[in-house]
């Protein structure tokens, strides 16, 4: 079974900077990976997605602030996020899917950012 471990969240400033990793353990390759974040009282959305041939996706509120990028090799996602605001404040998901149609399969559990104003 294959299991997602983010890491690198945390608290930081308005306008600093966070880059979190993802790890997916097993030998698996996926079609896609990417991240989602959900804050108190809101729901699920996208942060951003990239597939194994590099094709990103971002969601309109993050778009020229993060980026995504990964190391097909160690099944591995990054987000670097730069210019964080505190509406940015919510769990962030790691999201693996094998298919590039169908849904995200596999997830991790999750990790905080927090940014204070």
């Known amino acids: 079974q294959v299991q997602l471990v983010e890491s690198g969240g945390g608290l930081v400033q308005a306008g600093g900077s966070l880059r979190l990793s993802c790890a997916a353990s097993?030998?698996?390759?996926?079609?896609?990976m990417g991240w989602y974040r959900q804050a108190p009282g809101k729901q699920h959305e996208l942060v951003a997605t990239?597939?194994?041939?590099?094709?990103?996706n971002y969601g309109d509120s993050v778009k020229g602030r993060f980026t995504v990028s990964s190391d097909n090799a160690e099944n591995t996602v990054y987000l670097q996020m730069n210019s964080l605001k505190p509406e940015d404040t919510a769990v962030y998901y790691c999201a693996a899917k094998k298919y590039r149609i169908g849904p995200w399969g596999s997830w991790g559990q999750g990790t905080q950012v927090t940014v204070s104003s």
């Open positions: 990239i597939t194994s041939e590099g094709s990103t």
């Open positions: 097993g030998s698996i390759s996926f079609n896609a």
